[in-house]
């Protein structure tokens, strides 16, 4: 029995069969890829392109609340447009953004350089400085209430306790106090994000740059125009994009505050499309109102990134 | 049974299986053998083990609230139904209301202010049948409580009570300027109020966006001088030269406050009329209300309970009363799934032997829409109450001679009368700029 001696001979291989489309895609980089965003794109879809949609949208019909609308074009934003009080609110937010950011901005870029610095308690005074960003914005809000009460302001009872004043201060009854008095305690809360983000910014900034100045004989103010600031201006790109695009959405502080009172010397877009939609039931309205803001926003952030990040260093170039 | 108590967030709620104290309660004051034979007749039936939610007003006067959780208590033992009070502020209850409605989900019944049902009148569920069994049994409805409830011939909401606005003043104050009471005309106001400036405390009335105070006093303006905001066909009639009159009587009148008024919420006049800064204002019986309460352990609370009374307001050169009243109508929203069960509920509430305590409770607070509850004690029990008793029958409604609809709801939750009058007040806008503002925006509701 030789052959019993002999090996087997090897089982036959499955011939090699050939790659579906699915063993292609399995393995396709750019198909694996797309599998990989489609949660991301879909969170994005949903919770921010189709709201947008939806809103643009309702802001062409004449929805009210409980009720479906009709396709009505652009007649919202030809009322809107020639309402009085919208061209108030529009002035309100730009007025408010504008001056709280620069407020913010002076305060915050201030106190990042003063943080920067050896200081005794240093990383007790950083948190400090977090507080008003920590403490949610509608209870700053009662807080500022109370400070502003017409009756029981604690700045007015100081001031009249010291003899400077017979009589209370009227924070958010006059028109332009209401304004000053909402812009402060905006930036009173915008300061520490501002500040806290420039200083992580500072931080990145290597020491050697500012030897070498020194060495040149380069004056504080030399070395913050020409070395700080450059090298911040990415990161003061992104801060006050964010800051502007907070400031001109804000909605919590002034609902709380002032309502948009006095007469509307405090109402802003976003409050007013709050109150046309949601209080008042015009759905439509309130959108149309909204999706106007979009201009202004696309405008601030492209000031920021256009007009802040132009250097070509930033942009990969020698 | 469960306690949950208000936390200090805003939006705290309540959890309605009510109170240990509101259980201790019922148990000596007989509700809850009242509810149990009620409940063997009741003209509707819950659905079996159906469970609702309401979302009410956050109260004023915590002796009402445990007054409403007992009845609540008392029902639900009754009936095996389960009740979840939700406590929102005032001005919470309207988009609240106006977001699950549009949704289709959220609490079976909501409670709030005046017109609400009327922004969405295809949301809410007939309740003819609880109307009318209601109307019927305790000797009819307030006509403005009609007004309120019905839209095309149905009944929307079940205008559970009123809230009478009224003017609240210092005896003593108003001495010092030289006058004994309020006085009947507005003219005559007008000069009290100027006295009170000159040689005693100012007055205030609230303009900022005030629901309920605010809307009040304008509102009353406007009417007593013949302004209107629509006609009895709903046509836009406020560009007028009586709105013009009203305007520069608000403008001469709030030269007389004292500061910061403009800047008033429903909250402010309260507490500035309790910290003796203000003489004269507008506002429920609430703060008498918290006067007497405080008055045992403050005597600041004492002089200002002692001292302080309610009159209705001034007629204006109509003729006739104008006053404008809060209504507080409750609707239950379509997409509820225990329809009957708010319906028993709703008419659980109002049978007299709950709705009596309740008012009682309420020290005057709230003012029934029911004739039968004419005779309730409160009314007689403190004179200085008396005043709110037929809230019901003085006010006007919203949207004035118009229709109470959506486009009144509208108008008043935009606050075009308010902020016309707010910003002559403040001096941001003629009388000519201010009245075109609010035609303009009025043309646009009533298109």
Partial sequence: MTDAALPRSAPTRAPIREATAWDRLKTNRNWLGFWFMVPAAAFLILFLAYPLGLGIWLSFTDTRIGRPGEFIGIENYEWVLGDRKFQDAVFNTLFYTTIASIAKFAIGLYLAILLNHHLPFKAMIRA????????PTVLSAIAFWWIFDPTFSIISWTLKEMGWRTTNINFLGDAWNARWSVIFANVWRGVPFI?????????????????????????????????????LTPIIAVVMTFSVLFTFTDFQLIKVLTNGGPAGATELMATMSYNTAILGGKIG??????????????????????GLQRRKWQQGED | MTIKTPSLDRRSFLSGTATLGAGAMLAGSGLT??????????????????????????????????????LVDAFSKATGVKVNVINESLDDVQPKASVAANTNQGPDMFWGLYSLPHLFPAKCTDVSDVCNYLG????????????YGKSQGKWIALPVAYNANVINYRQSMIEKAGFKSIPKDTAGFLEMMKALKAKSVPGGFALGRASGDGNAWVHWVLWSHGGNTVDKADKVVINSPET???????KALSDTFVPGTASWNDAFNNKAFLAGEVSVTNNGVSIYAAAKA???????????????????WPVGPVGRPTEFHIAYPMLIMKYSKAPNACKAFMTFMMEAENYNKWLESAVAYLSHPLKAYDANPVWTSDPKLGVAKTAAWDTLTAGGQGSVGERAASALADFVVLDMFASVCTGRETVQGAMAVAD????????
Avoid: C
């Fill in chain 1, 128 to 135: 400090i400085v977090l507080i008003p960003f920590i403490v």
């Fill in chain 2, 136 to 147: 019927k049994k305790y000797g009819g409805w307030a006509p403005t409580a009609e007004t």
């Fill in chain 1, 195 to 231: 500040a806290i983000t420039l200083l992580a910014g500072l931080q990145t900034v290597p020491p050697s740059l500012y030897e070498a100045a020194t060495l040149d004989g380069a004056t504080r103010w030399q070395m913050f125009r020409h070395i700080t600031y450059p090298l």
């Fill in chain 2, 294 to 312: 405080g008055a045992d352990k403050d005597p600041k609370m004492k002089e200002i309970r002692d001292d302080m009374n309610h009159s209705t």
């Fill in chain 2, 244 to 250: 013009a009159k009203a305007l520069e009587y608000a």
């Fill in chain 2, 33 to 70: 053998d009242f509810a149990r034979a009620w409940a063997q007749s009741a003209p509707f039936k819950p659905e079996a083990n159906a469970s609702i939610q309401l979302l009410r007003w956050k109260r004023f006067i915590q002796a009402e609230e445990d007054g409403f959780m007992a």
């Fill in chain 2, 440 to 447: 303009r925006q009025l043309k646009r509701i009533y298109r």
């Fill in chain 1, 285 to 306: 309205e309130g959108a149309a109102i909204s999706t106007a803001m979009i201009p202004f926003l696309l405008g601030a952030i492209m000031i920021s990134w256009f």
